[in-house]
């Protein structure tokens, strides 16, 4: 099983920028891509970002694109999510997920994740 750690969530005004990572640890060999959602409050979970950790391909939300980038260290077996220009509608806590498979058609699927990390909370003020 693989096990995730959220971190770098905090506080920031309208137009700046934070940089959100996910450790992973434990069975990570079986790990085959990565992704963040986040959930407002009164909101469903919706896809932010995902990676296919083999290959490196990016997939993004259209809300997010041109804003925020997913990347991946994979000596530290960590997934990092830059965030640049936050508006407050940005504010959420930002899960990170991993799943065994990911494909095309399923990296926006939270069902297709099968381990979730603890989240963190991001709040961006006007």
């Known amino acids: 099983q693989v096990q995730l750690v959220e971190s770098g969530g905090g506080l920031v005004q309208a137009g700046g920028s934070l940089r959100l990572s996910c450790a992973a640890s434990?069975?990570?060999?079986?790990?085959?891509?990565m992704a963040w959602f986040r959930q407002a409050p009164g909101k469903e979970r919706e896809f932010v970002a995902a990676i296919n950790w083999n290959s490196g391909r990016t997939y993004s939300a259209d809300s997010v694109k041109g804003r925020f980038t997913i990347s991946r260290d994979n000596a530290r077996n960590t997934v990092f999510l830059q965030m640049n220009s936050l508006k407050p509608g940005d504010t959420a806590v930002y899960y990170c997920?991993?799943?065994?498979?990911?494909?095309?058609?399923?990296?926006?699927?939270?069902?297709?994740?099968?381990?979730w990390g603890q989240g963190t909370q991001v709040t961006v003020s006007s």
């Open positions: 434990g069975r990570t060999f079986s790990r085959a891509g």
């Open positions: 997920a991993s799943t065994s498979y990911i494909t095309s058609s399923n990296y926006y699927l939270s069902g297709s994740y099968n381990v």
